[in-house]
């Protein structure tokens, strides 16, 4: 079935302030695109211990501000006293589904959740937040890559290392087969495409490209109610709408000069295009 996909993402984060900055994205500690402020209370938060955030708490940005430097302390906590400067101290590991997939979000954040667990280490795990407030909700995990290192003599040492789950496009395969098993599998979703080179990074740019494009042209931007089919779907038929009747009526534009002063006038805006083309149309009758 098409748009029906278990989505696993996975994200290396290396300086601790920038662990910081993304803490404040998931705590809504700043204005985020396509969120509904109105709905923050639906979201879930739970620290390393999976004690999860109280309603006072999420009403409360300065309680919130709190709450996000406890689990910054906590994840200090978790790093190696010797670290290289260029050490992976965090992975962040995005679960979703499809739009449009038929899917418990609870059921399967927790199964995703359990999976994170036993694939990272639980100890690893110290923050979790479930986003419900925009139009796909999606669990983020943030995740310590730590691991002890056992010498020949026995002692054991706190060493960090990405590469020991995400090196290699192998490793990633194998990590998308897995989580598709264990967690897709059971909720009826289908895994992605295997060695497909799109990257979610490439596809972000894409889609701010093509609102900037929308927003030049006035057209409203995407509706929480909207799917990204029904989004692109409207904005298509708007353009093809306004550039038909365009086409239909250019040949009452006139002479050259008046196409470069219609070009001006018009070009980039298609509500100016509309009432254009209506006054056009009540000249016809």
Same mark, same amino acid.
Request: charged fraction near 35%; charge should be positive.
């Given at each position: ?21 993304? &803490? +404040? ?51 200090? $906590? ?28 609870? $059921? ?17 795990? @110290? ?13 983020? =995990? ?6 002890? @290192? ?29 989580? =598709? ?23 972000? $740019? ?22 990204? +089919?029904?989004? =692109? ?46 006054? &056009? ?5």
């Amino acid at each position: 079935m098409a748009d029906n996909f278990c989505i696993l993402r996975t994200e290396k984060i290396s300086k601790i302030g920038s662990v910081a900055s993304a &803490l +404040d994205h998931e705590l809504r500690l700043r204005e985020t695109d396509n969120a509904n402020p109105d709905e923050i209370m639906k979201n879930v938060y739970s620290d390393e211990i999976g004690k999860i955030m109280n309603a006072e708490c999420k009403a409360d940005i300065e309680r919130r501000k709190h709450y996000k430097n406890r689990v910054l302390a906590n994840y200090k $906590k978790l790093l190696p006293e010797k670290m290289k400067e260029d050490n992976v101290t965090c992975i962040q590991v995005m679960v979703t589904f499809s739009p449009k997939a038929k899917v418990n979000p609870q $059921k399967y954040f927790a199964d995703a959740e359990k999976w994170v667990r036993e694939k990272f280490g639980s100890d690893n795990v @110290f923050f979790k937040s479930i986003h419900y407030d925009e139009t796909t909700p999606h669990a983020n =995990f943030f995740v310590v890559p730590g691991y002890d @290192f056992k010498y020949k003599d026995g002692h054991t040492e706190r060493r960090l290392s990405a590469k020991k789950w995400l090196g290699g496009r192998k490793k990633l395969s194998e990590l998308q087969d897995d989580f =598709f098993e264990k967690v897709g599998k059971t909720h009826h979703l289908e895994r992605g495409e295997k060695g497909s080179k799109a990257k979610h990074q490439d596809i972000k $740019k894409w889609y701010q490209k093509f609102n900037e494009f929308c927003e030049k042209l006035h057209i409203e931007p995407q509706k929480e109610t909207e799917t990204v +089919d029904q989004y =692109f779907e409207r904005v298509a038929a708007n353009w093809n709408f306004f550039t038909d009747n365009f086409n239909r009526f250019q040949s009452q534009i006139g002479t050259l000069k008046h196409e470069h002063d219609f070009y001006k006038q018009y070009h980039d805006n298609l509500p100016a295009l509309k009432k254009y083309v209506e006054e &056009l149309e009540k000249k016809a009758l």
